[in-house]
């Protein structure tokens, strides 16, 4: 028994956190009971299923927090995001699913948690099912329109995020361009950020910076749970006892969670992410059809494509990856974020130099790169050049910032009818091109998944 005892504590230390660690860190949850009394409910699949909601809570906040983060107003028993997360079998990945909060929805038969009056079946914005019946009839609905079965709930709260955020010493959040939402008080100017818990609430709320609306916040909120993985996996969270039992205290301590979420799956959770990287994570958002679909006594709603997301949500239940993966051997450099993608930027090369091929290898560059290049590279005239130039119309200039980005040195020259097509003329100190990508990250696979190496600062 010794022996057996001391192999444990061994293991248990080999992981980075133990039972004595965690005991009693579920003590602070308050738990609820979204399963009771639920029938017919999908097969179960293979990993684990957590529906993760976020609530409103902003009675729970200061007065001085609700007026620099903007959350004033009367709280609302609602959910503001609606996370289904994957964990795989193998405890390797996790997939981040998207739920739009105000997607057509049709709640099942119920008793509304207010009135006490017995609903038929009805449609509804997704929202609205949290409003009505509370946490049982949020799962309820998530899995009659998923026909995946959820095993955990969890409830996270204005009060938990902003403390979590602030108890892992914040998130690294990159972006191309100023963004600014005056609903939110949102202000950012290009470049990257350092967000404490209250601005990352500010990021992952704002729905008015540009015509995405729900959309592109939840674009940010995957790119902030992305930037959230990466402080915890590279920032020593997981493989310290004392930082991860602060951590782990700061979000339960105002989190409601099933019964059936306490110690053990924590300890699990915590031990399966040792291995964890930003590109363990996948994130994707539900296939959409219509994204204004009007429904009478209801409004606008967002509509999903039933036959893409029946096969997303198939690959859940099967524990098959989102996102397609590139051989890690033949991984390509981090690349810098950009305003402009580079797939629509059109580029002539010139040769400004006697030496032979520069042309063509530029051209062959600034492709693998992504640029839309002419293919055609051709003799530059007059002077031999040392500097590189980028020659574009005024009205291209964001275009031609970010091929910049990519010709490190680049002289910019502005010139006034050029059109949409970029000229580059290689100069002999040449030295490379530097990978560049756009803020929105390219997509992978079948269901358009992004992993969180792709979203996460450069």
Avoid at 172 to 185: F, H, L, N, R, W
Avoid at 367 to 372: E, I, L, S, V, Y
Avoid at 409 to 425: D, S
Wanted: with cysteine; glycine share 10%; charged share 25%.
């Amino acid at each position: 028994m010794r022996m057996a005892t001391a192999l444990s504590v061994a293991v248990l230390a080999a992981g980075g956190i133990g039972h004595a660690v965690v005991t009693g860190l579920d003590t602070g949850i308050t738990r609820v009971d979204p399963f009771k009394d639920m029938k017919n409910r999908p097969q179960a699949g293979t990993g684990m299923n957590v529906l993760v909601v976020g609530t409103d809570g902003r009675d729970r906040i200061t007065a001085e927090e609700k007026k620099k983060y903007r959350l004033g107003g009367a709280p609302c028993r609602c959910t503001d995001t609606v996370l289904l997360v994957h964990i795989s079998e193998d405890r390797e990945r996790a997939s981040v699913v998207s739920l739009p909060r105000d997607s057509y929805a049709e709640l099942p038969a119920h008793t509304d948690q207010n009135s006490g009056e017995r609903h038929r079946a009805h449609p509804v914005k997704l929202n609205a099912a949290y409003s009505e019946g509370g946490p049982a009839l949020t799962v309820r609905t998530v899995e009659a329109m998923t026909r995946v079965k959820i095993d955990h709930y969890l409830e996270v709260d204005f009060t938990s995020f902003m403390r979590t955020v602030d108890a892992v010493g914040g998130v690294q959040i990159c972006t191309a361009k100023p963004v600014e939402d005056s609903y939110t008080g949102l202000r950012l100017a290009a470049g990257t950020h350092e967000l404490d818990g209250g601005q990352a609430l500010q990021y992952v709320r704002s729905r008015h910076i540009d015509g995405a609306a729900d959309i592109g916040r939840m674009q940010r909120q995957q790119k902030f749970l992305a930037a959230l993985v990466d402080r915890l996996t590279s920032g020593g969270v997981l493989f310290n006892p004392v930082r991860f039992r602060e951590v782990a205290t700061t979000l339960l301590g105002s989190v409601r969670a099933d019964e059936g979420f306490g110690t053990d799956q924590l300890l699990a959770l915590a031990k399966a992410m040792r291995g964890f990287t930003p590109a363990s994570s996948e994130f994707v958002s539900v296939p959409v059809g219509d994204v204004d679909f009007p429904v009478k006594g209801i409004g606008s709603t967002v509509k999903w494509d039933a036959s893409r997301a029946q096969k997303l949500f198939a690959a859940v239940r099967e524990d098959r990856p989102l996102a397609s993966r590139t051989d890690p051997a033949r991984k390509k450099p981090q690349a810098t974020v950009v305003e402009v993608a580079p797939k629509t930027i059109r580029v002539q090369v010139y040769n400004g130099t006697r030496i032979d091929g520069l042309g063509r290898k530029v051209d062959d560059a600034l492709r693998a790169t992504g640029f839309d290049t002419t293919r055609t590279p051709l003799s530059g005239s007059g002077p031999v050049r040392t500097r590189t130039l980028i020659e574009y119309d005024p009205r291209w200039d964001r275009s031609a910032k970010s091929l910049a980005t990519a010709l490190p040195g680049a002289e910019l020259k502005a010139v006034p009818g050029r059109g949409g097509t970029l000229r580059v003329t290689a100069g002999s100190a040449y030295t490379g091109v530097t990978a560049v990508r756009a803020e929105t990250a390219p997509a992978r696979g079948p269901f358009e998944a992004v992993t969180g190496d792709q979203v996460v600062c450069p």
